[in-house]
C-alpha cells in the first residue's frame, strides 16, 4: 500500500494530530488568560505533541507551565465546541491589528492572494487558523507542558525573539507515560553524553561550533566504517575519487546550488579577485571528473564515489553533537548512466544500501518516495516531463523488489525525486539517513554527453546515492543505537587484556601480540589496580571482550573470557579465542 503525506511526513488530518492541533490552541486561551497582553505567533501539532510560540512581558518559568497547564485542564473540561469562520484579506488584517496581534498580521499580509482566511473558535478565544481540529476542547487527550524554548520570530535571527511552550499529547495516560519511558531511555544513550564517556569525539569554542573533533577511538569507528563502506563500493564497480573541499562560486552557479542553497553556504571567499566557497555538497566535482573526457555508451555506467568532506553553515541553535554539525565528511557517489540503466541502477543502489544496513544492525526503517509539489515552481525545476518520467521510474523500482513505501510531495531535490530511507531513531522519530536520487537537471545544466550507437552525442541520466548517509550522522545514530555497546567489529577497543598482579604482564604482553598480528584492537591494561576493578572500568567503556590472566592461563596456554555485561565464557585456549573473534567479526 502506498500513502501520500504532507511535508511533515506524517498523515495531515489524522485524529491525533488534529487533538495537537487543537490543543495548541487551548494552551494559547490558557497563556491568553494569564497575559491579557500576550501575542501570538504560530502554534501547530509536531510528533508527539504540540508548540506555541509567544511574545510575552516577562519570561516564563517552570511554575508558570504548572499554571497553564492547569487552566489547559480546565479548558478542556469546559468542552467548549469549535467553530470555523472566514474573513477577506482587509477584515482579518484590521481585525488582528485592533486587537494587538501584529504576528498574526503579517501572516495574512504574506498568504498568497486568493488563499481562504479561516478562524477557530472556542468559547471566549479566537485564533486564526487554518484547522482542522476535533469537534471541542473536551476531546483533545491526555497531555503535559513539557519543556520552555526560545524561538526567533520566522526563524530569523534579526527578529524578535519568542518563548516557545512545548506539549506532549497522546490518547490515553498509558501512552502519555511510555513516551516518557522512551525518553528517560533515549537520555541514557544520547550520544552527546556516551561521546563524552566513551572518548569518541569532542568540540572546542577555540575551534567553533558544529566543527567536532574526532578523539583516537571515535576515528577508529569512523575509519572501520569507511573502509567496510570502501571495500563494498570497490566491489560494486564504484571508481574512488578525491575531489577539493572548495570550489569557485561560478560551479555552483552553474549548477543551480547556489540559487537554492546559498543562505546555507559559508560566506564567499575572494582569492586573486576571484569568488571561492567552501563546497556544500559534492555532485558538481564529479560532474567535472565526469565530463574530462568523452564516452561511449560501452563505457556506461560510470559510478564516481568518494568519502568527500562539505560544509554547511547550520545555525547554531541547530547544531547537535554529530548528528547535525557545519562539517561533515558523506559517503557519496554519482552514476552517470543511459536511460535504459536507470531503474537497474536505482535497485542496486537501494540492494546496497539494504546490505549496509544488514552488516551494521539497522532493521527499522521505511523507504519513502520523495516527490516535487507540482504548485512549487520557484523551489523545484519547473518541468513536468522530467518528474512525471523520473517519479514513475522510482515507482516501477519499488514494484519490481516489491518494498512497500510511502509517498513524500514537497520531499524532491530542486531537480529530482529521491528515495529517502527513514530510520528511528531512539525516540521513535524517523530521520532521513540514506538516499537515492535520479537527476535530468544537472547533465543538461553541464552540457554532458556520450557517444551511443548512431554515432550521435546522448545526454547521461545522474543517479546522487550515498548508502551510510555522512560519518558524523551515522556515528551519531550507530552510537544511540547500540547505547555505546557496539558489535565486535566496530567496537573502538575490541579487547582488552587485564594481568591479576605483576607478574602476569608478561603473559598479556604475548597475548596482546598475538591478537593484534591477527588484526584485532587490543590493550593490556597493565595498572597496579586491582582486577575488579578493571573489570569494572572496561565494562564502563563498553569493552566486548575482558581477558584476564593469571597463574593458571600462563600454565595452561589460556584466557579467561569474559563478555561486556558480565558473562564468564571461562578459561580458553588463545587459538579458540582468536577463532571465536574471527567468526564473530566476519558474520
Request: one cysteine or more; proline letters at 5%; glycine letters at 6%.
Amino acid at each position: 500500500m502506498v500513502e501520500t503525506l504532507n511535508n511533515a511526513g506524517k498523515p495531515p488530518v489524522s485524529e491525533i494530530w488534529k487533538k495537537r492541533h487543537t490543543a495548541a490552541h487551548v494552551m494559547a486561551q490558557a497563556v491568553l488568560e494569564m497575559f491579557p497582553d500576550a501575542k501570538f505567533a504560530i502554534g501547530p501539532p509536531i510528533e508527539d505533541g504540540f508548540y506555541y510560540d509567544f511574545d510575552l512581558s516577562r519570561s516564563l518559568t517552570p511554575e508558570d507551565l504548572v499554571q497553564i497547564e492547569s487552566r489547559m485542564k480546565r479548558i478542556r473540561r469546559d468542552d467548549f465546541p469549535l467553530s470555523r469562520t472566514e474573513r477577506d484579506r482587509a477584515e482579518a488584517v484590521a481585525y488582528e491589528e485592533g486587537r494587538g496581534q501584529e504576528y498574526k498580521a503579517e501572516l495574512i499580509r504574506d498568504l498568497p492572494e486568493g488563499e481562504t482566511i479561516s478562524y477557530y473558535t472556542q468559547g471566549p478565544f479566537t485564533d486564526l487558523c487554518r484547522g482542522p481540529h476535533v469537534e471541542s476542547t473536551g476531546q483533545i487527550g491526555v497531555f503535559k507542558l513539557d519543556h520552555l524554548a526560545g524561538a526567533y520570530w520566522r526563524g530569523d535571527e534579526k527578529r524578535p525573539q519568542l518563548q516557545r511552550i512545548y506539549g506532549v499529547l497522546f490518547d490515553t495516560k498509558e501512552e502519555l507515560d511510555a513516551y516518557y519511558v522512551r525518553l528517560e531511555e533515549a537520555k541514557k544513550r544520547d550520544h552527546k553524553v556516551l561521546g563524552k564517556q566513551l572518548k569518541l569525539f569532542m568540540t572546542s569554542p577555540l575551534v567553533g561550533a558544529g566543527l567536532p573533533l574526532w578523539l583516537p577511538k571515535g576515528a577508529t569507528i569512523r575509519r572501520v566504517l569507511e573502509r567496510y563502506i570502501t571495500d563494498v563500493e570497490l566491489a560494486s564497480g564504484y571508481d574512488h575519487v578525491y575531489t577539493p573541499q572548495i570550489a569557485k562560486k561560478d560551479l555552483y552557479v552553474k549548477s543551480g546550488h547556489w540559487e537554492h542553497y546559498k543562505d546555507s553556504m559559508f560566506p564567499v571567499m575572494k582569492i586573486d579577485d576571484e569568488e571561492f566557497v567552501l563546497r556544500p555538497m559534492n555532485c558538481p566535482h564529479h560532474i567535472q571528473i565526469y565530463a574530462n573526457e568523452m564516452h561511449s555508451y560501452r563505457d556506461l555506467p560510470i559510478r564516481i564515489a568518494e568519502l568527500a568532506t562539505q560544509n554547511r553553515f547550520e545555525k547554531s541553535g541547530e547544531l547537535s553533537g554529530l548528528s547535525r554539525v557545519r562539517a561533515m565528511t558523506l559517503n557519496d557517489a554519482h552514476i552517470f548512466c543511459t536511460e535504459e540503466q536507470v531503474k537497474e541502477e536505482v535497485k542496486q543502489c537501494v540492494l546496497l544500501v539494504e546490505k549496509a544496513y544488514r552488516r551494521l544492525g539497522i532493521t527499522e526503517y521505511t523507504y519513502r518516495l520523495s516527490l516535487h509539489d507540482p504548485t512549487n515552481t520557484e523551489k523545484y525545476v519547473d518541468n513536468p516531463a522530467l518528474w512525471e518520467k523520473a517519479e514513475g521510474e522510482l515507482r516501477e523500482v519499488f514494484t519490481d523488489l516489491g518494498l512497500p513505501y510511502y509517498e513524500g510531495v514537497g520531499e524532491a531535490a530542486f531537480y529530482g525525486p529521491k528515495i529517502d530511507i527513514q530510520l528511528k531513531n531512539v525516540l521513535g522519530k524517523e530521520e532521513t539517513v540514506s538516499t537515492v536520487q535520479v537527476d535530468r537537471h544537472l547533465p543538461k545544466q553541464f552540457d554532458l554527453g556520450y557517444i551511443r550507437e548512431d554515432s550521435q552525442t546522448h545526454q547521461p541520466v545522474m543517479i546522487h546515492r550515498g548508502v551510510i548517509s555522512t560519518m558524523e550522522r551515522m556515528v551519531a545514530f550507530l552510537i544511540e543505537h547500540y547505547a555505546g555497546v557496539f558489535p565486535t567489529w566496530l567496537a573502538p577497543l575490541q579487547v582488552i587484556i587485564l594481568p591479576i598482579v605483576d607478574r602476569h604482564k608478561e603473559y598479556a604482553e604475548i597475548v596482546k601480540t598475538k591478537l593484534a598480528e591477527a588484526g584485532f584492537r587490543v590493550e593490556v591494561d597493565a595498572r597496579n589496580e586491582k582486577v575488579g576493578k578493571k573489570v569494572a572500568e572496561a565494562e564502563t567503556q563498553k569493552i566486548p571482550y575482558m581477558l584476564v590472566v593469571g597463574d593458571r592461563d600462563i600454565e595452561g596456554g589460556t584466557v579467561s573470557v569474559r563478555l561486556h555485561g558480565g558473562a564468564d565464557l571461562g578459561a580458553m585456549s588463545q587459538e579458540d579465542f582468536l577463532s571465536r573473534l574471527r567468526e564473530e567479526t566476519k558474520a
